[in-house]
């Protein structure tokens, strides 16, 4: 048998990536509790309620797996909602509380990587009109001082905002996010707004924190044509990644925005990143249609042969993740894998998609690609926003009513993968003996 491994470079980041609103339950004061009290917004009418109790104190159960599986990171969120209750207060306490959880994670080993905002809002901004009001760049900033100045002490690595294209995407393009809007109007400004609120918190950040990395985790999807020959396809293609893909990053790279009709000169947030984080889940084909124009006329599928997730949200599509990489190599920054997962409740392709995405990830590091870390999506199962708890993303599994964890058999995959540094034949062959022949030929 192969005796090969995969090494990844020492101090590479092993860790996983949750969000404030998915596992800390209670947060009633912000733009999702709400959103998930109206009838018919999440799937089977599910509600976040006490998610994964973390602000109940599961955090520590949950970081003691694993900082045991041998995870050296971990990627959590601050929920704004918390820490300013209403424009005019400020609630010490809860900072006090993310102190204690990201003092934790440093008594486990664990290095923080904190994000500031991850798709829920406090409910007096979306009052004021969310992110569509510009006032926004300034609150924004403001509660970001505020988190940086109680937290700088803890934590070098910041992500402002996670998934702004998503965000905008659901909220604002479809409808099925809060506010539920389809107003491409608002999209444009939104994602003004959150290009400069990124950007003035870049200031911020640096200002107190000089040597602190910040960076964004947008979603990334690359897009293939679905007939290479069409040139309708091709474009189509094109208009489609521009706007989900590349407005954003590009912006915080050249201080252009140019996102749908909007072209604005935006000189200010221009070199505002200090490394390149990606969320990948899986890629796109897009064919041109007709009936497709808030789509910029591109229907988007799976490749019919493609492996999808139990409720078909994700196909299992490992080579997209290299080729991201190799997209992020033109800003010249390091690269930070910040999201990457997928929801599979019985855990058979978990392993798979696991062993696959690591193995285009360490073919990236092998062509000198300068990826940092890698943060899988998620710890434990969690509240999957209009998705509910039908999906199931978790390394361990959660019983919603119990809180009783149970570990899936990635898990211990992934604790291997961590607590080695890298990926070996051995583990292929016992964790996913149906990739074996593929990824080592000839032996
Ligand atoms: C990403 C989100 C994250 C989680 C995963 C499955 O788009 O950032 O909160 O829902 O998808």
Partial sequence: MAQATFHFPRGFLWGTATASHQVEGDNTNNTWWAWEQ????????????????????????????????????????????????????????????????????????????????????????????????????????????????????YVDLWVTLNEPNGYITG???????????????????VMTNQV?????????????????????????????????????????????????NEAFPRALHTGKLSFLTLRKNLPEVRGTQDFVGINYYSRDYVAFSPLKPAELFGRRFYHPEAELSSSGFIANEPRGLFDLVKWGLHFGLPIMITENGIEDAGDDLRRRYLIQHLHQLWRAVNFNLPVKGYFHWTLVDNFEWERGWTQRFGLWELDVETQVRR?????????????????????VARFAPGLFPGMFPNF
């Fill in 38 to 153: 109206e009838p018919g917004r999440i799937i089977d009418d599910h509600k976040s309620g006490r998610a994964c109790d973390w602000w109940g104190g599961r955090w520590k159960e949950d970081f003691d797996r694993a900082a045991e599986a041998g995870q050296n990171a971990h990627r959590l969120s601050i929920e704004w909602s918390r820490l300013q209750p209403t424009p005019d207060r400020w609630d010490e306490s809860s900072l006090d509380y993310y102190r204690e959880m990201i003092q934790g994670l440093h008594e486990r080993n664990m290095q923080p990587m904190v994000t500031l905002h991850h798709f829920s809002d406090p409910l007096w901004l979306a009052e004021r009109g969310g992110w569509d009001n510009e006032a926004v760049v300034g609150y924004f900033e403001a509660y970001v001082r505020r988190v940086v100045e109680a937290l700088k002490e």
């Fill in 407 to 427: 570990k899936r058999p990635s898990a211990d995959l992934y604790a291997e993968i961590c607590q080695t540094n890298g990926v070996s034949a051995e583990m």
């Fill in 171 to 189: 909220g604002y393009v479809f409808g099925i996010w809060p506010p539920g809007k389809q107003d491409l109007g608002a999209a444009m400004r």
């Fill in 196 to 244: 400069r609120a990124h950007a003035a918190a870049y200031k911020v950040i640096h200002s107190l924190q000089p040597g602190a990395q910040v960076g964004i985790a947008p979603n990334l999807r690359p897009m293939l044509p679905a007939r290479r020959w069409s040139p309708l396809d091709r474009l189509v293609t094109t208009l489609q990644s521009n706007a989900f």
